[in-house]
T-cell receptor, first 113, second 113 residues
Framework: DAGVIQSPRHEVTEMGQEVTLRCKPI?????LFWYRQTMMRGLELLIY????????DSGMPEDRFSAKMPNASFSTLKIQPSEPRDSAVYFC???????????FGSGTQLSVL | SQQGEEDPQALSIQEGENATMNCSYK?????LQWYRQNSGRGLVHLIL?????REKHSGRLRVTLDTSKKSSSLLITASRAADTASYFC?????????????FGKGTKLSVIP
């Protein structure tokens, strides 16, 4: 298996633009997580899906953030409109079962100018 | 929310020496996990220790867990330059919301050849 695949690897955009981050979890994994990593706040959980259903989105910072998982092999995190303070590395991670080890993607480095 | 806190924040050692990193957390857990992150990469799972376990080994890694003190330690023996990375502990919860893995800010380990 190729592991968790995220795209794009880097994204540079201007304030106000829409940003869509993509994630393909490992086949057979039932749990999917989106995390954001910054120097100031470390790793923050944004949203958690179980069997494609959003279970907890309390970590999503604002209504500008939304996430979907239309099927077991694909998820998106969208920011609309983007702001400079959204600049961070966004990670997608999946696990076979809840409370088991997470497999992380390589992340998307987002820069909002 | 509970959070693992790693100590020290940074550690610099010579190749061949042992490296010890500590993690403290606040409330009851099911599992505690350790992850490694190389610069610019995603996190990689190292070891998971359950709340009813006290010690676990994996190659040159040794993890201990003291639930009475709410602390864990990660020992890397005979360190190598390739061990240079940031190390994070992650804790889940034992009740509602236990799927949430909360990460600390990490220990940045530098192994000098």
């Amino acid at each position: 298996d190729a592991g968790v695949i995220q795209s794009p690897r880097h994204e540079v955009t201007e304030m106000g633009q829409e940003v869509t981050l993509r994630c393909k979890p490992i086949s057979g994994h039932n749990s999917l997580f989106w995390y954001r990593q910054t120097m100031m706040r470390g790793l923050e959980l944004l949203i958690y899906f179980n069997n494609n259903v959003p279970i907890d989105d309390s970590g999503m910072p604002e209504d500008r953030f939304s996430a979907k998982m239309p099927n077991a092999s694909f998820s998106t995190l969208k920011i609309q409109p983007s702001e400079p303070r959204d600049s961070a590395v966004y990670f997608c991670a999946s696990s076979f079962r809840i409370n088991e080890k997470l497999f992380f993607g390589s992340g998307t480095q987002l820069s909002v100018l | 929310s509970q959070q693992g806190e790693e100590d020290p924040q940074a550690l610099s050692i010579q190749e061949g020496e042992n490296a010890t990193m500590n993690c403290s957390y606040k409330t009851s857990i099911n599992n505690l996990q350790w992850y490694r992150q190389n610069s610019g990469r995603g996190l990689v799972h190292l070891i998971l220790i359950r709340s009813n376990e006290r010690e676990k080994h994996s190659g040159r890694l040794r993890v201990t867990l003291d639930t009475s003190k709410k602390s864990s330690s990660l020992l890397i023996t005979a360190s190598r330059a390739a061990d240079t990375a940031s190390y994070f502990c992650a804790t889940d919860g034992s009740g509602a919301g236990s799927y949430q893995l909360t990460f600390g800010k990490g220990t940045k380990l530098s192994v000098i050849p």
